[in-house]
């Protein structure tokens, strides 16, 4: 019975005209976002490859060097692109693509496509994200909102139950019919991603993650499903078409568009962050004058310079075995680390509380955990760009303590001249980042998984109760 039912709302959702037309509205741009995505994540990749390369040749080009020059002529760390990124850019725009690693300071990210967008901008990317998060719910209550509504409005809802159909039989074979059509907008859809997906791996020498991908069907399966069995709990119970329209549409604009920008807007009253201008002039601080500013940077130096003679039994910083100047440069990057890691450190956790605000709100709204799960598995959330800073730091921290030990075996004190060999430059190795496993990321996302599996069941729990008690 349920697949005679599914048949049936199958044929007729396909004979009418208002789902065609929507559907190749929205089944085009899922595709197009898909195809735009993938050029575009491509595009980025091979700039950030040859990027890369260039800058790498250009430090190991470097020749006969003053170390300390070098320190500061310093290489550029790109973000790899993540194979799932042309499905989700998620924070990509604003958290910028290139970081400079250089002596004595961590620098920003640079090269925000966000500065350079205009007004328009505002309303949203076109990305398969946006499509599948905003776009295809609004179809899918377009598609139910008569379901039942319609149907007890024409006098054959009457009809059928009165012929021994089960309200529940009825409502799963609607669900069944709706799935079906739903899936030759998405069958296409995954099949592309796929393939896109693997093109991805090969050329960027990551291998295809079928993990990640798959989670990333689920959720959006899981998210889609919710809109369905909203969308018949409602017409099973309003009072006519035009009002189970009404709510459907309110629910939508509650749960895509308001209540992420409330929540957004509230995450950052309660969790405030300083300006550049701010937090900059905050680390230069610190760093002149000390975290408790009672440890300026010329008392250290001279209590530097006493721990140094104490430990080599010397009375003068000319007879130390090694080179004071390569222990003052590289104490001076240690303090400053020490700051770079506090003010960073609650710069990032101020970020992370601000989206543990947006996860709770996702009890309110759907999209909210949807969209958390597909910037993650995309790897193109906060908590990934987060990850990558670290590591580039790591890498500068490198650097500047290999330069700076160079400094310290090599040179004479007080000697300005020296310079040292191109072979110190290949003792830098090229950096390399490894994305974070699967497994931590659905850790990280355990939160907002569990919210978008919640509205599943709830969602189905209320199309049960609805049609159990279904207007006739």
Known sequence: MIYKIAHKEFIETLRDRRFFVAALIVGGLLLVSLALGWQHSRQIERQHEAAAEMTRKQWLSQGEKAPHSAAHYGVYAFKPQMPLAFVDRGVEAYTGVAVW??????NDFRYRSAADQTALARFGELTAATVLQILLPLLIILLAFNAFAGERESGTLRQVLSLGVSAKNLAFGKVLGL??????????????????????????????????????VIGYLLYLSVFVFVSLAVSARASSSRFALLVLLGFWITSCLIVPRAATDIARRIYPTASALEFAAQMENDIKNGTDGHNPSDKRLA????????????????????????????????????????????????????????????????????????????GTDFAQHRDFA????????????????????????????????????????????????????????????????????VSILLMIWATARMRV
């Open 101 to 106: 690693l250089e002596a004595h300071k961590q």
């Open 303 to 378: 209590d530097l310079k006493n721990e140094a003679m104490q430990q080599y039994g010397v009375s003068r910083l000319e007879d130390l075995p090694v080179n004071f100047d390569g222990i003052a440069l590289q104490a001076g990057e240690d303090f400053g680390n020490q700051v770079f890691d506090e003010h960073y450190g609650n710069l990032w956790n101020q970020f992370e509380r601000q989206d543990k605000v947006r996860q709770l709100a996702a009890v309110l709204a759907p999209q909210l955990a949807a969209s958390s799960l597909s910037r993650g598995l995309a």
């Open 179 to 216: 799935t079906g059509v739903l899936a030759l907008l998405l069958v296409p859809a995954v099949l592309i991603g796929a393939v896109a997906l693997m093109l991805n791996g090969d050329e960027a020498g990551e291998p295809f993650n079928a993990a990640r991908f798959a989670l990333l």
């Open 390 to 457: 670290i590591a580039a730091e790591n890498h500068r921290r490198l650097l500047i303590r290999t330069i700076n030990e160079d400094t310290m075996k090599n040179a004479r004190y007080g000697d300005t001249k020296y310079v040292a060999s191109a072979n110190l430059w290949e003792k830098v190795p090229e950096f390399q980042y490894a994305a974070p496993e699967t497994a931590a990321i659905l850790k990280k996302q355990s939160g907002g998984i569990l919210v978008l599996f919640g509205w599943f069941v």
